[in-house]
T-cell receptor
Framework: DAMVIQNPRYQVTQFGKPVTLSCSQTLNHNVMYWYQQKSSQAPKLLFHYYDKDFNNEADTPDNFQSRRPNTSFCFLDIRSPGLGDAAMYLC?????????????FGPGTRLTVL | DQQVKQNSPSLSVQEGRISILNCDYTNSMFDYFLWYKKYPAEGPTFLISISSIKDKNEDGRFTVFLNKSAKHLSLHIVPSQPGDSAVYFCAANPGGNEKLTFGTGTRLTIIP
């Protein structure tokens, strides 16, 4: 089955210790997204890629970085996690040609910061 | 600035009855609207969509209604089933592959 896979599903890190979350997709979609979602809040877009073209949201902290080495993989790096970065991180993909921008989500990575 | 609003954080409905989830938006540039369903510990999954040229779209038990003049859409689920218990997110975008703007979600609980 074509899908979006996120690893790990649960990540525990210490305050200030860098962490990397990964996302892979078998849908061959050209657009990939990273969202942060906190409890009872809407998913918040951090950045997205049109192919290798990186687009950062204006309010995404510098602490968050991303890499997309190829079409299938995308990584989220949090350089110095703070307590406020504890959240669910969702990866999503879509086809550039889609008017609706229907996005396909992975299961998410729940990040805990101690 | 919350451009997509779901004012009911939660809703409980008896099994077999109709569930109605509401969503309001403020940005008149939005032309495409989507509903997503999310189970605990899973990512959101696409449910149904509608474009601004329509006022209704049906898919099985799910129907979305759009009232452009009121900037309001609703998702109807008939009949409601226990497996429909989830968080439902409304999302919108102006088209042209612009980013989706999500609401905060409504937790639907179907009571057996």
């Amino acid at each position: 089955d074509a899908m979006v896979i996120q690893n790990p599903r649960y990540q525990v890190t210490q305050f200030g210790k860098p962490v990397t979350l990964s996302c892979s997709q078998t849908l061959n979609h050209n657009v990939m997204y990273w969202y942060q979602q906190k409890s009872s809040q809407a998913p918040k877009l951090l950045f997205h890629y049109y192919d290798k073209d990186f687009n950062n949201e204006a309010d995404t902290p510098d602490n968050f970085q991303s890499r997309r080495p190829n079409t299938s993989f995308c990584f989220l790096d949090i350089r110095s996690p703070g307590l406020g970065d504890a959240a669910m991180y969702l990866c999503a993909t879509s086809r550039l040609e889609s008017s609706y921008n229907e996005q396909f989500f992975g299961p998410g990575t729940r990040l805990t910061v101690l | 600035d919350q451009q997509v609003k779901q004012n009911s954080p939660s809703l409980s409905v008896q099994e077999g009855r109709i569930s109605i989830l509401n969503c309001d938006y403020t940005n008149s540039m939005f032309d495409y609207f989507l509903w997503y369903k999310k189970y605990p510990a899973e990512g959101p999954t696409f449910l149904i969509s509608i474009s601004s040229i329509k006022d209704k779209n049906e898919d099985g038990r799910f129907t979305v209604f759009l009232n452009k003049s009121a900037k309001h859409l609703s998702l109807h689920i008939v009949p409601s089933q226990p497996g429909d218990s989830a968080v439902y997110f409304c999302a919108a975008n102006p088209g042209g592959n612009e980013k989706l703007t999500f609401g905060t979600g409504t937790r639907l609980t179907i009571i057996p």
